[in-house]
T-cell receptor
Framework: AQSVTQPDIHITVSEGASLELRCNYS??????LFWYVQSPGQGLQLLLK??????LVQGIKGFEAEFKRSQSSFNLRKPSVHWSDAAEYFC?????????????FGKGTKLTVNP | NAGVMQNPRHLVRRRGQEARLRCSPM?????VYWYRQLPEEGLKFMVY????????ESGMPKERFSAEFPKEGPSILRIQQVVRGDSAAYFC???????????FGSGTRLTVV
């Protein structure tokens, strides 16, 4: 069965510092991988997605993620965090086969940014 | 081009009442997914629908919950005889189909009192 693990429930960084949020997935075939961000009381906004090709994916708001098949990982990075990046971040995986394309989410990582 | 529209944004129901949550997908999207988010949890898949068809309802509770996506009009998630444990945020997402990503609505926050 598909599963996603985000090992860090809560991360605190200082504004301007670099950020890496970890995501490990379990899926039998080649996955579609996503990172979403959710501000309090809001819906989910797509930051970036990986389907195939270049394993380093660029997203919005200066985020990037790297797909590492050997490690079953899809970690999210940002070189310099802004106070507005404080939010909750969700990694998700979906299948590439036909039929249901439901997303399986991790439990999320809450990011706090200190001034 | 409006995004995925969900209403109401907030819904309060007493135990035993019915809750109806609506989702209008993005224009041109024919695939709708419903997810539930409990406090301190990620989103859990509930059901996947295409127009007039339920494709996958493996995440739906066996009782009291139902979903539809009629030929005309929004998708509806219906919860009968609500209980306190149904209090959660319910999100709808839509897509064109396989592998092109999903657009989420802002959610409906259901509170059962």
């Amino acid at each position: 069965a598909q599963s996603v693990t985000q090992p860090d429930i809560h991360i605190t960084v200082s504004e301007g510092a670099s950020l890496e949020l970890r995501c490990n997935y379990s899926y039998g075939a080649t996955p579609y991988l996503f990172w979403y961000v959710q501000s309090p009381g809001q819906g989910l906004q797509l930051l970036l997605k990986y389907f195939s090709g270049d394993t380093l994916v660029q997203g919005i708001k200066g985020f990037e993620a790297e797909f590492k098949r050997s490690q079953s990982s899809f970690n999210l990075r940002k070189p310099s965090v802004h106070w507005s990046d404080a939010a909750e971040y969700f990694c998700a995986v979906s299948g590439t086969q036909g039929g249901s394309e439901k997303l399986v989410f991790g439990k999320g990582t809450k990011l706090t940014v200190n001034p | 081009n409006a995004g995925v529209m969900q209403n109401p944004r907030h819904l309060v129901r007493r135990r035993g009442q019915e809750a109806r949550l609506r989702c209008s997908p993005m224009k041109g999207h024919s695939h709708v997914y419903w997810y539930r988010q409990l406090p301190e949890e990620g989103l859990k898949f509930m059901v996947y629908l295409q127009k007039e068809n339920i494709i996958d309802e493996s995440g739906m509770p066996k009782e009291r919950f139902s979903a539809e996506f009629p030929k005309e009009g929004p998708s509806i998630l219906r919860i009968q005889q609500v209980v306190r444990g149904d209090s959660a945020a319910y999100f709808c997402a839509s897509s064109h189909g396989q592998g092109d990503g999903y657009t989420f609505g802002s959610g409906t926050r259901l509170t059962v009192v």
